[in-house]
Every structure is written in C-alpha cells, then in structure tokens.
C-alpha cells in the first residue's frame, strides 16, 4: 500500500524551492538573496532530516552504497551535462578558450561547487547515521536520548566552526555538512514528536521546521 502523502510537507518542499529559485533569480538585485539564505538552507536540510532514516540497511557499507547510488550518480550525470551545456555556450557563443573552460570545470566538479547541496547531503546523511549509531553506544545509554543527539549534534557544529575559521571552506563542503546536520537533526526529531503533535488543530510539525 502506498504512502500517503503529507500535505505540509510538500508544501515546505515548494516553499523551499521557491526561495532558491527566485533567490539566484534575484541574486544580482537588491538583499534578497542574503535575505532568503538563512531560510531557505536550513529549511532544505530539516526537510531533508525528516525524511532520513536508517530501516533496511544492515550495516554502514549497505548504506554508503545505497546512497551513493541515489545522489552521487545522478550528482556526476548531472554535473556533466550542465558542464557540457555550459561549455558549448563558452566557446561557441561567448569565444572563450576550451582548455580555460574545462579547467575551471574540473575544478568545480572536484571541490563540489557545481550543485554543492547535492555532496553536502551526502555528507549530511552519513554523519546523520553515525551521530545516531553513536547515540545508540552503550556509553551513551545512561544519557536521555534527546540529549544525546544535542551533545552529539553540538559537538558536530563546534569542529565546523574551528575548521572554517582555521582552515576555510572544505572540499565538497564537508564543513557546510558539519553545520547544517543541526538542522536536519531536528527535521529528524520533530518527525519523532510528530504523533503528539497531530493531536493538535494545526500542522506544528510544519510549523516548527
């Protein structure tokens, strides 16, 4: 039997997607891309946190894989194809040189600049699942378990923040990743609280993602 689906999530998901497209729409005119950023961002990974989960994978191989399947492999396929599109108007229209071109595109490709969102939530997700198995360590058992994620999840950001300020922005934006798993941390836990939430007469769960 097929899922149903959720309103106000789909709902976010537009939301989402409307602010980044008219974002880089307007990101020449006017604050409203700088604006919009502390929105739209967080918003894609809580969403994202949400729909996280680990069910069907035996072990964090399985898992990997999985996910590199799912967005590493369309990341590559589409990252090629933009290149291609953008290297034939380049050359053909704008007279550049193709070598120059192919360089800087590597270059992107390489550090994970083209399409940037799809490597950070690849990180994103594998820190999800080790932050959880971590959790989960006998160590940890004596520690109520919405603390745990919070100890575990702050630490996360704070190694974010040394690297950033020590060593600058990461390849494939590993420290983009270290940051936003807050966020999709807490898609994540408000999806744990969802039940008492629908108790309720309106979408909280919507409301405070």
């Known amino acids: 039997m097929p899922k149903q689906r959720k309103a106000w999530l789909d709902a ?13 729409a307007a990101h020449q005119v006017g604050p409203y891309f700088s604006w919009t950023t502390p929105i739209k961002i967080p918003l894609f990974f809580a969403i994202s946190g949400y729909l996280f989960h680990m069910d069907g ?4 191989r399985q898992f990997v894989k999985a996910k590199a399947r799912r967005l590493l492999i369309p990341y590559l396929g589409l990252a090629l194809l933009t290149n291609a599109i953008m290297l034939a ?32 939530l690849m990180w994103i997700e594998l820190m999800l699942y080790g932050l959880h198995r971590a959790a989960a360590a006998p160590g ?28 600058g922005p990461l390849p494939w934006h590993v420290d983009t990743a270290l940051l936003m798993v807050f966020f999709a941390e807490l898609g ?3 999806r ?12 909280w769960t919507a409301v405070a993602m």
């Open 57 to 60: 994978y035996e072990n964090f």
């Open 89 to 120: 108007v380049n050359v053909v229209l704008l007279q550049k040189s193709a070598g120059e071109v192919l360089q800087a595109q590597g270059l992107d490709l390489l550090t994970g600049e083209k399409l940037w969102f799809i490597p950070c």
């Open 188 to 190: 994540y836990g408000l």
């Open 192 to 203: 744990q609280v969802e039940g008492k939430m629908a108790r309720l007469s309106l979408p």
């Open 12 to 24: 976010l998901r537009a939301l989402a997607m409307v602010l980044v497209m008219t974002g880089h």
């Open 140 to 167: 940890f058992r004596r520690i109520a378990t919405v603390w745990r994620h919070v100890l575990l999840t702050g630490v996360a950001v704070l190694i974010a923040r040394l690297v950033m300020v020590s060593c």
